[in-house]
């Protein structure tokens, strides 16, 4: 059995990241709902157990906790922020509320010898984020950090392998955090690393191939880096038993059905069918303005497409997605966890379920730049590899509003603009996503001696490192400048370009 590391989530959006940060450990890390039972968790033998943040407050009388026996099972556990607090609440410890909350960079000092801290100097920068704090450690803990605000900034029970720490080490601004997940990993939970993207592929294809057996695989390529690994890995897995299927859904960016043909027949050469059914997509999308209602139908008519497909190929038994870890865990919230659902990414939340194919996903426990490295260790060509995450229902979902063939042609000519305005200066500017979104609104122009009333571009440019947060990029003013002009003169029907300033949150990437 593979080594792991269970992160149990009281819905941080940190939980994705103390899992990453984690596996760049070489320790393979998965979420789990903090309601899981100890005897389930035992079953998975889970390495250690980190205990998440979250918003809520150990002082509120309902709060989230866990099954009270993991505590005694004698597992390592950390808990961080909230999983720190909960840890001094559960065994006796006393806590106080926080009527502010203390949010940024601060020092602690270290005291005593701890494994956790091993290699560290006296005093080290963390970051804090929090309310409540813990004032007195329960029976068995010693103090081995603090701040001049914070008496009980780090805690252990060394001989019962528990750890606490008020700050997050997994984020980028405690500069030794790393070291610290590192230490617990190997000196407290006695972990040995080892987990690769090699190693990945290897299981990976071990897996397909004995799930596969002498059955066929059908394999929708959207044009994304997820699909196309996926395809690589089935085509290393099992050759031509797979057949990927690019499915023309009149929804994709300029000139797309072009390259991804080119690539897959000549660059990577892999069975590759490439299906055209524009009509049929936009068909069903008439009249539709609502974004799940739009990602459902997509879902539904891609499943139609593949059973037509799956029929006429004969013999295909199984569906393969590039369905990613953070799909996973933002829809696994709509059966309770304790993060919102906030889109039904068509791929998971909107399959249908009278699903005749049995379905294979071997993204489903990575995050997006483990998807890339994984991609290169296959030797894809570097466009598919680089390419920017593109949402399964296509421009559907940047169509705000009805999708027609005529908003299509204007947001693919438009969208056209960005990409080459964008990718000239890609490499400087570290954008994860640049796209156009076509509004539903008009507004009032003059163009030449003439009053125009047409449609309105934005334009969405983010960096992030996992689709997970994202932050708007401060694009050059003269680089703005040249696409709004490019936009506003060479598309017909669009008279104003405005630019999108939201973070994720609390917006989202993609504007549906
Ligand atoms: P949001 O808009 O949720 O997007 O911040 C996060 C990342 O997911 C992509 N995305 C989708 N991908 N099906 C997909 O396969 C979808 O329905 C979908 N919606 C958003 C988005 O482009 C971004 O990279």
New binding site residues.
């Given amino acids: 059995m593979r080594e792991s590391v269970a992160v149990l989530d009281f819905g941080s959006q940190y939980a994705q990241l103390i899992t990453r940060r984690i596996r760049e450990c070489g320790v393979y890390s998965e979420i789990l709902p903090h309601t899981i039972s100890a005897h389930d968790l035992a079953a998975l033998a889970p390495k250690a157990v980190v205990l998440s943040g979250g918003p809520a407050s150990v002082m509120e009388a309902e709060h989230p906790s866990i099954d009270s026996e993991l505590l005694s099972s004698g597992i390592p556990i950390l808990g961080i922020c909230y999983g720190h607090q909960l840890m001094a609440h559960a065994l006796g410890g006393s806590l106080l509320r926080g009527s502010n909350r203390e949010y940024g960079p601060a020092a602690i000092h270290i005291k005593g010898t701890t494994p956790l801290f091993s290699g560290l100097g006296g005093t080290t920068d963390v970051w804090m984020s929090h309310g409540d704090h813990v004032v007195v450690p329960p029976p068995g803990f010693e103090i081995i950090a603090y701040t001049s605000s914070c008496p009980v900034a780090a805690m252990a029970d060394h001989a019962r392998n528990l750890y606490g720490v008020q700050f997050h080490p997994e984020v980028i601004h405690t500069p030794q955090g790393m070291k610290m997940i590192n230490n617990f990993l190997t000196s407290v939970a006695g972990c040995t690393g080892g987990w690769s993207m090699a190693g990945f592929i290897q299981e990976s294809i071990d897996a397909i191939r004995s799930e596969v057996k002498g059955s066929r695989v059908i394999c929708g390529l ?1 044009g ?1 880096v ?1 699909s196309a690994v996926v395809a690589a890995l089935l085509n290393e897995a099992i050759g031509d038993r797979m057949t990927a299927i690019f499915v023309d859904n009149g929804l994709l960016r300029s000139g797309e059905v072009d390259e991804i043909r080119n690539i897959f027949t000549r660059l990577y050469p892999l069975n590759l069918d490439v299906v055209h059914a524009q009509d049929l997509f936009i068909d069903q999308l008439r009249g539709i303005t609502d974004p799940e209602d739009k ?1 459902k139908i997509i879902g539904k008519v891609f499943i139609d497409v593949f059973n037509n497909e799956a029929a006429r190929i004969g013999g295909a038994e199984f569906l393969a997605q ?1 369905t990613l870890y ?2 996973i865990i ?1 829809s696994r919230s709509a059966k309770g966890g304790p993060s919102a659902t ?6 998971v939340g909107g399959l249908p379920k009278d699903i005749t194919f049995k379905l294979i996903e071997p993204l489903k426990e990575l995050f997006k730049d483990e998807v890339r490295l994984l991609g290169q260790e296959l030797g894809l060509p570097e466009t598919i590899v680089d390419r920017q ?5 296509g421009l559907a ?1 940047r169509i705000i509003g009805e999708v027609t063939r005529e908003n299509l042609a204007i947001l693919q000519e438009a969208d056209q603009r960005v990409q080459e305005e964008i990718s000239a200066c890609n490499e400087i500017l570290d954008i ?2 640049a796209f156009a979104v076509l509004l539903p609104v008009k507004s009032v122009g003059v163009m030449g001696d003439e009053r125009t009333y047409a449609n309105v571009i934005a334009i969405r440019a983010v960096s ?1 490192l996992d ?2 947060t ?1 932050d708007w990029v401060k694009l050059p003013y003269d680089l703005l400048g040249r696409i709004s002009s490019r936009i506003i003169n060479e598309v017909a029907g669009v008279n104003r370009v405005v630019y999108d300033i939201s973070s ?1 949150p609390p917006s ?3 504007w549906e």
């Fill in positions: 959207s994304g997820d990602r590039g953070p799909d933002e906030i889109k039904s990414h068509h791929n995450p593109f949402p399964g229902p979902v994860w996503q992030s689709g997970m994202a994720k989202t990437i993609e």
